[in-house]
């Protein structure tokens, strides 16, 4: 049951889109003209999939489908536009149609007190900057005066709310079913600042409920590597605890003979070697292991074909994590100049330039770290299987990379399988592309650049044209 259509009707009450997903390449890419809604479609497949669906009716839209690939549909049908501004969020009906059997409906509701809110409403104010309560649906934003009603402050400020804001209990056990088969996860342009949603302190200021992302991943892949490590370490326990039993108990059958085992003992000590290069093992882990054929008799070859089974194991809790930051750093290496990452378990994500100086990732340049976020969030934290929205991946990255960035998502697929739906306006990370493209609207970018047989003529003239 995944998705392979998505399709929006007069949204913004005038705009009607389809977006047919690339379902063999895993990747599709929207583009159009500003104010067509391409973010604003990233949002309403994230609130609907992730259940907010208040944030969803705050959105002016008629109706919005999503067609599966087992020929079931999700409907959610929504109140006028006109009716937007009656503050009237009980408004959405969502209408589920198997490919056999009867429909089945769900209408959610929004009664605004404080058994539905996971924070009161009176504390809102308390959670987002430069809001003053004036009322008891009112608020007056500071820095510019406007008056807010309760939905515009849902609908301009939602991402500084609790992901489980509006407390949805009677969710229908079928909606549940659609959430759990398309796991959905948004990277969304402002990536560098981190907003922590889910502090029980909901007094706390805005300055303590933020953290820089790059921050954040670094001490995160650094516990990742602990964790690991302490798996390592345990396993190792075990299976050295219960050698002598298992030597003992070994059948000739199962030994090893001596082109194998050398063959294993090589392509250990290779993989141990890569993984203290990727800073998941210590230099002096394990100190190497080295042996000739003719050392072999048939009392080492049991002891050693134990010892290989058994390394096999300890260095195979690995795996996944070191097919990520091999990736990671190999994507860095080629975009970095004069500086190279380095993998540890205190520091997580270092830097040092060509001059031997250490950098904390805060000291990159934006785009540097924007880089760094967006290929951590791919590559560490993805669920398999989702669908990631990704809003804009051009922001703060040289046309060089942005290029390159189409070719590096193949690349992560391949570590973490997902598909992707990207709102762009950028031509270079279309690049030669262009199949892999939805328009919502055709405009200048596509008719200048869209060409197979003059392709680089037409996206240099198009670059003439923009830095004029």
């Known amino acids: 049951m995944k998705i392979k259509n998505i399709l929006v009707t007069k949204l913004f009450g005038e705009f009607d889109h389809e977006i047919p997903l690339n379902i063999e390449e895993h990747i599709t890419l929207i583009h159009g003209p500003n104010g067509l809604g391409k973010t604003t479609l990233l949002n309403m497949i994230h609130n609907f999939f992730t259940h907010n669906f208040l944030k969803l009716s705050t959105i002016p839209f008629s109706e919005f489908i999503v067609h599966f690939d087992d020929d079931s549909s999700v409907s959610v049908i929504n109140k006028p536009v006109e009716d937007i501004k009656k503050n009237d969020n009980n408004s959405l009906l969502i209408v589920y149609k198997p490919y056999k059997g009867k429909y089945k409906n769900y209408k959610p509701t929004f009664e605004e007190d404080n058994n539905s809110f996971s924070v009161p409403i009176q504390m809102i104010s308390d959670i987002i900057p430069g809001l003053d309560r004036i009322g008891a649906r009112l608020w007056r934003y500071l820095p510019t005066g406007d008056i807010l009603s309760f939905n515009d402050v849902i609908n301009k400020f939602s991402d500084f709310l609790p992901n489980n804001f509006i407390r949805q209990n009677n969710i229908p056990e079928w909606l549940v079913e659609i959430k759990k088969f398309n796991p959905i996860q948004f990277i969304k342009t402002e990536r560098l600042i981190?907003?922590?949603r889910e502090l029980e302190n909901v007094r706390r200021s805005q300055e303590q409920l933020s953290e820089h992302s790059v921050t954040v991943y670094a001490n995160e892949l650094a516990r990742e590597i602990k964790s690991k490590l302490a798996d390592y370490g345990t396993l190792s326990q075990s299976l050295d605890r219960t050698f002598p039993t298992r030597l003992v108990r070994l059948k000739n059958n199962e030994e090893l003979n001596n082109e194998k085992l050398l063959n294993k003992l090589d392509e250990l000590e290779t993989k141990r070697k890569k993984l203290i290069k990727l800073g998941l093992l210590d230099n002096n882990s394990d100190l190497e292991f080295q042996v000739s054929n003719e050392e072999i008799d048939d009392r080492t070859r049991s002891v050693l074909s134990?010892?290989?089974?058994?390394t096999e194991q300890k260095l195979n809790v690995f795996n996944d994590l070191a097919s990520r930051i091999?990736?990671?750093?190999?994507?860095?290496k080629a975009r970095f100049r004069h500086k190279e990452m380095i993998i540890d378990k205190v520091k997580g994500i270092t830097f040092v330039t060509s001059r031997g100086e250490s950098l904390h990732p805060m000291s990159l340049s934006s785009g540097e770290q924007h880089q760094i976020v967006l290929l951590y969030e791919l590559l560490f934290k993805i669920t398999e299987s989702s669908l990631i929205l990704i809003d804009e991946p051009?922001?703060?990255?040289h046309v060089a990379w942005q290029v390159q960035f189409l070719r590096d998502l193949e690349e992560i697929t391949k570590v973490v399988p997902f598909d992707v739906l990207i709102a762009t306006h950028s031509p270079q990370i279309i690049n030669d592309r262009w199949d892999l493209t939805?328009?919502?609207?055709?405009?200048e970018l596509e008719e200048l650049i869209y060409d197979d047989n003059n392709y680089g003529d037409n996206l240099?003239?198009?670059m003439e044209d923009v830095f004029k």
């Open 194 to 196: 981190l907003n922590n």
């Open 306 to 310: 134990i010892y290989v089974s058994d």
């Open 326 to 332: 091999d990736l990671l750093k190999k994507i860095i």
């Open 394 to 397: 051009e922001l703060s990255l």
């Open 438 to 443: 939805v328009a919502l609207e055709e405009d």
């Open 460 to 462: 240099d003239r198009f």
